[in-house]
């Protein structure tokens, strides 16, 4: 057996998310779908964490074996063209056999769009979060360095995830206004991301923005493991995967 | 009656274009709806022009005469919202009762997007035509100036048009590689444009820039007034109607 891995693209607006489920369509049916046809086998894939509906990716990381030496630049466009026009395949290469997608992730980097022009924009409705209200811009500034550094996420992570350890670190945590000034930027960095904590930490930040939560909230918040405290869950269609680091 | 001008955006993707057909969602169908419900009676738009089937429009204009002054905030607002939602409404004015929005026309601005990335960006599918071959730039820069001027454009018309005069003036042609480098995009302004005239301008150019016609060669086409001497029709997921001056 062969191991590889693949950089992947999806336009999240289709699928039900990212990982398998009984109903409704996800990335990695389709992509297991898909090598399982070029390989005659069931061939089954790592990615390097899910996605929920409506969230897109830009360079998803996935890992998956196969019986055979395959000329890589074929394997990658066979991947591309043979799955659905929602996914398209970056890159792929060959790593060694302990190689896996999920448990070696040292990085992630996330992006989140937010149209903040009037009207909204019926080129972004699948792919930014539409916010109407003023925003002050210095003051999400302001918050956004307050996430820097390792903290306990408990108040920004779903009330829902069963997962214990809620500590991490943030490397960054930035915000760009494009040239058009309707459309809001963040960009978030760090070694892992907890259930719903980027769209928790923008719906925090824009609250912030608006005046309905102090600029300096964030540290009393993350203090208080208190999900109550943050702002609401911003939309998925605004949050991309951008990439994934080893 | 009071007749009203607005600046109407809309995402071609779902729609069977922009103008009244027997079958299928039309831009200009959904917008009568919107004001006639609006207005409790039957209210009929004029559009610049019409745009074919997944043809997007940044700045398309539209004219109507409503029986009522409104207010143009609140009149902008319930065309932005009570539209579906891949249909934006930018801005309303009032305008002289024989203001009319296709016959006043002095200018139109075009935008053409090529994707020319590998892989394809499943985010511009229903956004850009794709190019995968290779192409030299400095080859559509030439050809695009040739373009600049007064000239009958039959070469560049469907030949199923049944318009009569087919000279038409290029005040402006040019082309942008974006940041990424994985995306073309041209701008035509002219005094108008025939039947598919982008579209096979901008199939033209990239058979140029991919060396299958002569760089030169755009004079010998205009000059042959013959459909078959130019390239191919572009796709029209590409195309965006920017801005249509008065």
Known sequence: MVRYKAIIAYDGTNFSGYQHQINGRTVQDEIEKTLSRISNQPI?????????????????VIDFSLPYKRNLEKLRFALDTQTPADIACKSVVEVPDDFHARYLVKEKVYEF??????????????????????????????????????????????????IENKVRTIYQ???????????LIFTFRGNGFLYNMIRIMVGTLLKIGNGRIPADAIPTIIAAKDRNLA???????????????Y
Chains 1, 2 share one sequence.
């Open 113 to 162: 769009h937010v149209d903040i022009g009037k009207p909204r924009s019926p080129f972004r409705r699948f792919y930014a979060s539409y916010y109407p209200y003023p925003l002050d811009l210095a003051k999400i500034e302001h918050a956004l360095a307050d996430f820097l550094g390792t903290h306990d996420f408990t108040s920004f992570c779903s009330a829902k995830s069963e």
């Open 231 to 245: 702002g609401p869950t911003a939309h998925p269609e605004g949050l991309y995967l951008k990439e994934v680091r």
């Open 173 to 183: 945590a930035d915000m760009v206004l494009n040239e058009a000034k309707d459309e």
């Open 44 to 60: 089954a894939i790592n990615g390097s964490g899910r996605t929920d509906a409506g969230v897109h990716a830009l360079g998803q």
